[in-house]
């Protein structure tokens, strides 16, 4: 079997989504996971995958979110390890695979964070990831009104997990980012 490459992914990806927010949370992902990777001795490429692929069946399946993605992962013959690490980052919400290794507990803890991110970047007058900082995360932290939808116990969760510091965690997604800041719309005006 041929390895698979970031290309492959993408457009495994593409046949299963067209929405644009979607896509471009699937990039943040990716280069957040990408930017962890060295940290844990980990294959940039792969994990860099693991997260683009991660919500491959939430546009179509968004009631089998995971689960369909786990079929489709399968049927498409991808290493077991890396479906498992995809799934994994449903646990408690919609699968009961829990992140074991350093690229499953990353992808847990970063996959609702990069929308937080994305969020509180696009309410700064720069509209912008290239000049924002942990503390301006934090500062909307607090307040539960600002990005309702995400779950702050699972990042905290996750990286509690890492054995990281929450600022540590928000500080290296931002600098994943910041890598595809115009890929994802948050380039801004600088």
Avoid at 32 to 44: L, S
Avoid at 54 to 71: G, M, N, R
Avoid at 102 to 128: Q, Y
Wanted: proline share 3%; with cysteine; aromatic share 6%.
């Amino acid at each position: 079997m041929k390895p698979i490459t970031r290309d492959d992914a993408w457009t495994l990806l593409k046949r299963y989504n067209s929405n644009d927010g979607l896509l471009r949370h699937a990039l943040s992902v990716e280069a957040v996971m990408r930017a962890f990777a060295p940290r844990y001795g980990g294959d940039e490429e792969e994990w860099g995958i693991i997260g683009l692929i991660h919500d491959l069946d939430y546009e179509q399946f968004p009631d089998k979110h995971c689960h369909k993605t786990e079929e489709i992962l399968k049927e498409e013959q991808w290493p077991e390890e890396w479906v498992r690490a995809v799934i994994s980052h449903g646990w408690g919400i919609c699968t009961d695979v829990k992140p074991e290794s350093d690229m499953e507990k990353v992808l847990f803890t970063i996959d609702e964070l990069t929308g937080l991110v994305a969020a509180a970047a696009l309410v700064r007058p720069s509209k912008s990831v290239l000049d924002m900082t942990a503390k301006s995360v934090k500062k909307k932290w607090k307040d539960k009104r600002f990005a309702a939808g995400v779950d702050r116990e699972i990042i905290e969760k996750g990286a509690e997990m890492l054995e990281m510091d929450l600022t540590e965690v928000i500080d290296l997604t931002i600098a994943g980012m910041r890598t595809v800041a115009s890929d994802i719309g948050l380039r801004g005006e600088l």
